[in-house]
């Protein structure tokens, strides 16, 4: 027991990764991979959702124009402009867990100005994407001098 604890003692030393620390930091790498992979799923799901409550706001404005009820503006091509900005940000989740996860904020914040309380429903893809592409980045190196 002494002599793991000691060669151990060692490695932290001489700053020689032995087996266990490699194991260790391999499956460290494979659950940040899995975080942001399951990220840009639900990015992409969030995406579809996005376009096609867009699609439905902007068709039930459409239809209450020509109806006479409604006096809103609808923004089809700005929200749509949205959606493939959230898929954008899914995608590159994967990559640059950062990137993804500001992308795909930035569309939820510009959905909320265009489609209303309707972002709620995008938003609960969206939001955990987010965070699961920011939780799986790569932990920040130490500076060396």
Request: charged fraction near 10%; charge should be neutral; include cysteine.
């Given at each position: 027991?002494?002599?793991?604890?000691?060669?151990?003692?060692?490695?932290?030393?001489?700053?020689?990764?032995?087996?266990?620390?490699?194991?260790?930091?391999?499956?460290?790498?494979?659950?940040?991979?899995?975080?942001?992979?399951?990220?840009m799923i639900l990015g992409f799901c969030g995406?579809?959702?996005?376009f096609v409550i867009n699609m439905l706001y902007?068709?039930?404005?459409?239809?209450?124009?020509?109806?006479?009820?409604?006096?809103?503006?609808?923004?089809?091509?700005?929200?749509?402009?949205?959606?493939?900005?959230?898929?954008?940000?899914?995608?590159?989740?994967?990559?640059?867990?950062?990137?993804?996860?500001?992308?795909?904020?930035?569309?939820?914040?510009?959905?909320?100005?265009?489609?209303?309380?309707?972002t709620i429903v995008p938003a609960l893809f969206?939001?955990?994407?987010?965070?699961?592409?920011?939780?799986?980045?790569?932990?920040?190196?130490?500076?060396?001098?």
């Amino acid at each position: 027991m002494d002599n793991a604890c000691s060669a151990d003692e060692d490695a932290k030393a001489t700053g020689v990764v032995t087996g266990s620390n490699l194991r260790k930091s391999q499956e460290a790498g494979h659950m940040r991979f899995s975080a942001r992979a399951i990220g840009m799923i639900l990015g992409f799901c969030g995406a579809a959702v996005a376009f096609v409550i867009n699609m439905l706001y902007s068709l039930f404005h459409t239809m209450g124009e020509i109806a006479g009820i409604t006096q809103d503006q609808s923004h089809f091509f700005i929200g749509t402009g949205l959606a493939i900005l959230a898929a954008i940000g899914a995608f590159l989740a994967l990559g640059s867990g950062q990137i993804g996860a500001v992308l795909m904020l930035l569309s939820l914040v510009g959905f909320a100005f265009i489609i209303g309380w309707w972002t709620i429903v995008p938003a609960l893809f969206l939001l955990p994407a987010a965070g699961l592409a920011f939780a799986g980045r790569r932990p920040e190196q130490p500076a060396t001098s």
